[in-house]
């Protein structure tokens, strides 16, 4: 019998592209000395990205695409000289919440510090208070419209923790609407449980019993019903304490869920080091963390996810060492952290407060916000760079090369979002 020589189709083709960033050959082990080598560029004449379904097939020529592929049915996208680039990979925020925190700004610009304003009754126990109260519609329309605004300028992968109920119901409540989010609108939410956020005033002076009737029930409905990928806990002076923390962790993993760390983000609390010692897939934070800490971290194989629009909000003043982790070898990924603290939805923000406010290199800094960001989520094999078998999420944006990414402060450069190979935002 005759072969068919019908050729396979593509429902996607992004062509008249200026400036192709592939982010290719970081899928297996996340970058830890990147450079310009590190982001793949291709500045081919006639190169075109393709894709079918969700997934990238080809990256090339579109002539040599044209001898493989039926295009005749393909949406077909003019870059218009323009650079193409990963979708940005966040990964670590507090999403899913209600309310807002604006009066605090006025607290903060009056000397009051992030701590101070907890243990005032503010903070994160305010966040709880307005989301506890909170219907589920209310939850699903909030979260959904940061989600919506996130993905416009360029998200299309995010981490999203719990953590403001602090109650068994509660916190699963927050997952489930997570899940919902992921099913009815496609989102690609990396869901993790953070129970261990705070300490509600109603177990204040009782931590271990917070822990044990609320911290390690959640867990363990979050990991049967499988509404959490990982597990993480707030290690800091006044919250969570070093041994609460392992014992926290140390349970998530025995009940299969990852496990991540908010390690040293105001004071050295030795969270690097317990990050190192567990395992953890990322110590995020680590702006207090010492040297040691961040070495033993770089031998673990974690990666650390530095928040610096986080320490820009809370009036720290001073940036996590993020030159000083490159150089030991600690693989960096950047997130925006947004929750009512630092309520940021831009990655491209992120990125150019990594380089003016951490002096990391524009390489290292876009490396930070994809590929890197999707080793931190154990996600590196399907986003977080254009390869074909990944995931087809993909920017347009309405530059001519990737450095003026961070050198426009505050104004989106996304044009275009491609998300699961198809177009789902363009931007005016």
């Not at 190169?47 to 020529?61: K, M, Q, T």
């Not at 939850?139 to 300028?153: H, P």
């Not at 109603?202 to 019993?209: H, L, P, R």
Request: charged fraction near 20%; hydrophobic fraction near 40%.
């Amino acid at each position: 019998m005759k072969k068919s020589s019908t050729k396979p189709s593509v429902d996607l083709i992004l062509h008249d592209i200026g400036e192709l960033l592939t982010l290719s050959g970081s899928s297996t082990m996340p970058a830890k000395f990147p450079t310009y080598e590190t982001l793949g560029v291709l500045k081919t004449e006639d190169l075109c990205v393709a894709a079918s379904s969700s997934e990238i097939v080809f990256v090339g020529r579109r002539s040599d695409l044209n001898e493989s592929y039926s295009t005749t049915r393909a949406l077909d996208i003019d870059c218009r000289s323009q650079l193409v680039m990963p979708g940005f990979v966040d990964s670590h925020t507090h999403t899913v919440f209600a309310g807002s925190r604006e009066g605090e700004l006025s607290a903060k610009l009056s000397g009051m510090s992030y701590l101070e304003i907890l243990k005032s009754g503010g903070g994160i126990l305010k966040t709880v208070r307005e989301t506890n109260l909170a219907s589920e519609e209310e939850l699903l329309f909030q979260t959904k419209g940061r989600l919506k605004r996130m993905t416009g300028n360029g998200t299309t992968t995010v981490e999203v923790k719990s953590g403001y109920a602090l109650s068994v119901s509660g916190e699963i409540r927050l997952l489930e609407v997570l899940a919902k989010l992921r099913a009815e609108y496609g989102y690609d939410i990396v869901p993790t449980i953070l129970s261990a956020h705070a300490i509600p005033q109603e177990y204040i002076g009782k931590a271990v019993a917070y822990v044990s009737e609320v911290v390690i029930p959640s867990i363990n409905v979050a990991a049967e019903r499988k509404l959490a990928k990982f597990c993480d806990v707030f290690l800091e002076e006044g919250v969570f304490g070093y041994r609460d923390s392992e014992s926290i962790l140390s349970h998530a993993a025995r009940v299969g869920l990852s496990t991540k760390i908010h390690a040293d983000e105001f004071s050295d609390q030795h969270g690097a080091e317990l990050g190192a010692k567990l395992g953890v897939v990322s110590a995020d934070h680590l702006g207090r963390s010492s040297l040691e800490g961040i070495a033993a971290l770089s031998r673990s194989g974690a990666v650390a996810v530095l928040l610096p629009g986080t320490l820009f909000s809370s009036f720290v003043g001073t940036y996590a060492k993020a030159r000083q982790f490159i150089d030991l070898g600690l693989p960096v990924a950047i997130a925006t952290d947004l929750s009512p603290n630092s309520w940021i939805e831009s990655m491209q923000f992120v990125i150019s407060l990594a380089c003016y406010g951490m002096r990391i290199t524009v390489e290292e800094a876009i490396v930070a916000a994809t590929i890197n960001g999707a080793h931190a989520l154990s996600r590196a094999k399907d986003v977080g760079s254009i390869e074909t078998g990944k995931r087809a999420n993909i920017l347009i944006c309405n530059v001519e090369n990737y450095k003026q990414v961070p050198y426009r402060i505050g104004s989106s450069v996304v044009e275009k979002v491609i998300r699961d190979g198809r177009l789902s935002v363009e931007n005016a």
